[in-house]
């Protein structure tokens, strides 16, 4: 298992404001370590950053999309949910006691 | 634009090696290092490794230290991911990612499928 735990799923109406969380610990999240966000809309298909360092947004991301951190965890929220946000989502940060880059358990997003 | 293109599906036996490819083009390939990442059938996102061309340098996830190297190739600004040892619990979709900034990967290659089974 991830040293960060995810919700194994969200689900919201469209239109609606969902957030997946991310939680970590002191050596990860908690130390200050940038939290980024993955979309993968399908599995076997390769993700697509969503959120870097914590807050910021890549070019071409709609701004439906918004990170944030406190403490030891950080969440993802996706405000006006639309059909195409149906899809796995994964953070990711450094943990200094494993000394690499981990990844999230991920969340499925479901739109009813 | 930016491109990274593997090497195509392969199957392998138990106990054998794999190795993959990653051919990146469309930007210096000096100034952005590579990580690789795999997902399991049915499974999340399992970081593997990172290297860099620029700083010769290489870091791998703890659980697959001594069974995997990461390489690369300037000249053809190529990546290449070996694994040994090979389980049936290796079968996954691999992929390369360049690295934006710090862990942030921007653009990924198109996945790479290995089977491992007798």
């Known amino acids: 298992q991830s040293v960060l735990t995810q919700p194994p799923s969200v689900s919201g109406a469209p239109g609606q404001r969902v957030t997946i969380s991310c939680t970590g610990s002191?050596?990860?999240?908690?130390?200050?370590?940038?939290v980024h966000w993955y979309q993968q809309q399908l599995p076997g298909t390769a993700p697509k950053l969503l959120i870097?360092?914590?807050?910021n947004r890549p070019s071409g991301v709609p701004d439906r999309f918004s990170g944030s951190k406190s403490g030891t965890s950080a969440s993802l929220a996706i405000t006006g949910l639309q059909a195409e946000d149906e899809a796995d989502y994964y953070c990711q940060s450094y943990d200094s006691s494993l000394t690499h880059w981990v990844f999230g358990t991920g969340t499925k997003v479901t739109v009813l | 634009q930016v491109l990274l293109v593997q090497s195509g599906a392969d199957m392998k036996k138990p106990g054998a090696s794999l190795k993959v490819s990653c051919q990146a083009s469309g930007y210096n390939f000096l100034s952005h290092g590579i990580s690789w990442v795999r997902q399991a059938p049915g499974r999340g996102l399992e970081w593997l490794g990172w290297?860099?061309?620029?700083?010769?340098?290489?870091n791998y996830a703890q659980k697959f230290q001594g069974r995997v190297t990461m390489t690369t190739d300037t000249s053809t600004s190529t990546a290449y991911m070996e694994l040994r040892s090979l389980r049936s619990d290796d079968t996954a979709v691999y992929y390369c990612a360049r690295e934006y900034r710090s862990g942030d990967y921007d653009h990924w290659g198109q996945g790479t499928l290995v089977t491992v089974s007798s």
């Open positions: 870097s360092a914590d807050t």
């Open positions: 002191s050596s990860n999240i908690g130390a200050g370590y940038h």
């Open positions: 290297v860099s061309a620029y700083y010769a340098k290489t």
